[in-house]
């Protein structure tokens, strides 16, 4: 019963519980006021040398390095003064690099990249350009950041109290049906209370599993889903609002054709013909969940040591050209075909976890990231969060940039982690089973059902910026799942990366299926090339050219017309690896 509530939590909130050791807090804890400082003197003293980009980039490298450790150490479960000094030094980090993007000087240095001979340079160029055109006015990036973090406090708050009603249960929600859903207490009120109840989402999930009643859970299901609404109402609105200003500005009748016009997917026919396409019905109604898990068997894996799993991925990288050394037991440095990648820090932990702490930079820095595993992985799921762990802390120590832009943002945005997922799919099949789940097993539903909620999100993120004074039809929701949500005015309240991530949310789900379609495409080239095309990439190039030689022209319809029954299904698969130059 502990393991499916656990899961079911994780479904319906969508998050991890994050447990942490009280000597790691408290190292965390007394390492900020340092850092804090440094940030801010530097912050403030930042002036930017326009020069030369190898001048400009030795300047910025250390903003983004600080950037970078306010974000590791934001990773912790800290007090809340300490978050409020991190989040402080973050905004001066912010003001300093908006100073460089906004200063005239920068124009000149973008125009010699521009000139350049190096593929690289040109690429650089590009980023800054994609920065510069994206860039709010201060008063309005202030607006849009307001309203999306208040968006996310109402989401995680656990202020908000349900009214069960008749469909309380006796003994298990005494904490959470005594106020009604729009009664909530301030932040201060609640940081005092000692004896404050158990997060609204851990009784849900209790709820769901324990209420008989179908329409019960179906009432509180709903509940749940739409408990912020009224406190964020406004500021969906705003957000909404200023994204369509910036579209129009920009040229365009929507925030989604402008964001789309510059990523892989290329227009909102394109996203509607993939979701449509990788869109199956999952015959289970969302409030059912819970009760259908508990009914399902497990997927049975053999339990593996943390080091024994290291191992096991050591060889696996050692094909495509990534050595180790151990300073210690807990201390690697990597090397790819003689070239120091930077650090692995490897601490035992209660979730699989990545922390970046340092990125790669090729002459500039070593990168060092933070791999945190459990001491013994017993399930599937922990087999495929420590791989996707690896895979990620792999990834940024491999970037072949010699800019840390290059590293740190990818241009489309919706290609950003196809190298990443393509990876782990190869470390997943040093594997038994290859890390799938076992048909009709309690993680093959888990997994459905969050594709599912994924893609039910990506719809509605889709017609809320695309139409925005239209209600999206009860028929989206029931052509994903069983039963009926008929409150569609609901919909858009129930999730944080509608204001967040916006348009882009169906990333998740495209970089995934893009990475499995190159990966069972291109069975006959050697991984080391897919590694240095997909991940190194020193060049700095395109992917779009990687997937013209693999698909060619119009590669992304290609690819869309190859779903069927929600999952690629390659029309043909080459004899030879389309990635190489000259072909048969």
């Given at each position: ?15 991890t ?65 300490a ?31 521009q000139r ?73 009120t ?19 599993l ?36 910036q ?23 394109n ?96 990168g ?14 922990d ?9 990620e ?34 470390l ?100 080391e ?40 299904h ?11 130059k000259?072909?048969?």
């Open positions: 019963m502990q393991k499916i509530l656990m899961l079911l939590l994780k479904l319906i909130c969508g998050c519980l994050v447990l942490l050791t009280l000597p790691a807090r408290a190292t965390a804890a007394a390492a900020v006021p340092l850092l804090v400082n440094q940030c801010l003197n530097y912050s403030t003293d930042f002036h930017p040398d326009f020069s030369s980009i190898i001048t400009l980039e030795r300047q910025t490298i250390g903003l983004q390095n600080i950037n970078d450790q306010v974000n590791y150490y934001r990773s912790f479960v800290l007090p809340e003064a978050q409020e000094a991190l989040l402080q030094c973050q905004l001066a980090v912010a003001d300093a690099v908006n100073r460089v993007l906004i200063s005239p000087q920068l124009r000149p240095i973008l125009d010699d990249l350049s001979n190096e593929l690289s340079h040109h690429r650089l160029a590009a980023k800054f350009q994609y920065l510069l055109a994206h860039q709010l006015p201060l008063s309005e990036k202030a607006k849009l950041s307001t309203a999306q973090a208040s968006i996310r406090q109402h989401l995680k708050s656990n202020n908000f109290q349900l009214d069960w009603g008749s469909c309380a249960l006796a003994v298990t929600t005494p904490t959470v049906q005594k106020k009604s859903l729009s009664d909530h207490r301030d932040d201060t609640e940081a005092k209370d000692a004896a404050a109840p158990e997060p609204l989402v851990r009784n849900i999930a209790t709820y769901m324990q209420q008989s009643d179908e329409d019960c859970r179906k009432l509180v299901w709903r509940k749940y889903q739409a408990r912020a609404k009224s406190s964020n109402q406004t500021m969906l609105t705003t957000v909404q609002q200023l994204r369509l200003q579209a129009q500005n920009a040229g365009y009748n929507s925030y989604v054709d402008y964001l789309l016009a510059e990523q892989l997917m290329g227009s909102a026919d996203l509607s013909n993939f979701l449509n396409a990788f869109s199956q019905r999952l015959d289970i109604a969302p409030w059912n969940i819970g009760k259908e898990l508990t009914d399902l068997k497990i997927t049975k894996i053999n339990k593996i040591s943390a080091d024994d799993f290291m191992q096991t991925v050591s060889q696996r990288l050692a094909n495509i050209g990534i050595t180790h050394e151990n300073i210690d037991k807990r201390w690697m440095r990597l090397w790819y075909r003689g070239r120091l990648l930077g650090e692995l820090l490897i601490a035992t932990a209660p979730k699989n976890r990545h922390i970046l702490i340092r990125r790669s930079v090729i002459g500039q820095q070593a060092q990231s933070q791999l945190e595993l459990k001491a013994e992985l017993k399930t599937l799921r087999y495929q969060t420590a791989v996707s762990a690896l895979s802390a792999l990834t940024q120590l491999a970037a072949g940039g010699r800019f840390y832009l290059d590293n740190g943002f990818t241009l489309p945005q919706d290609a950003g982690r196809i190298g990443e997922l393509w990876l782990e799919d190869y997943s099949q040093g594997f038994s089973q290859q890390l799938r789940p076992s048909p009709d097993s309690r993680e093959q539903l888990a997994e459905s059902y969050r594709q599912h909620m994924a893609l039910f999100h990506a719809y509605v993120a889709l017609e809320f910026y695309q139409t925005p004074n239209k209600q999206p039809s009860t028929s989206l929701f029931s052509h994903l799942f069983a039963g009926q949500w008929p409150e569609v005015h609901d919909y858009a309240y129930s999730f944080a990366d509608i204001a967040d991530t916006g348009p882009l949310i169906y990333e998740s789900l495209w970089q995934q299926f893009v990475a499995d379609a190159i990966y069972q495409t291109t069975a006959n080239c050697a991984p090339k897919l590694f240095e095309v997909l991940i190194v990439n020193e060049n700095g190039a395109d992917i779009r050219q990687t997937l013209f030689d693999i698909w060619g022209p119009d590669a992304v319809t290609r690819l869309i017309a190859q779903i069927q029954q929600g999952q690629f390659p029309d043909h698969l080459p004899q030879w690896c389309p990635l190489d000259f072909t048969p």
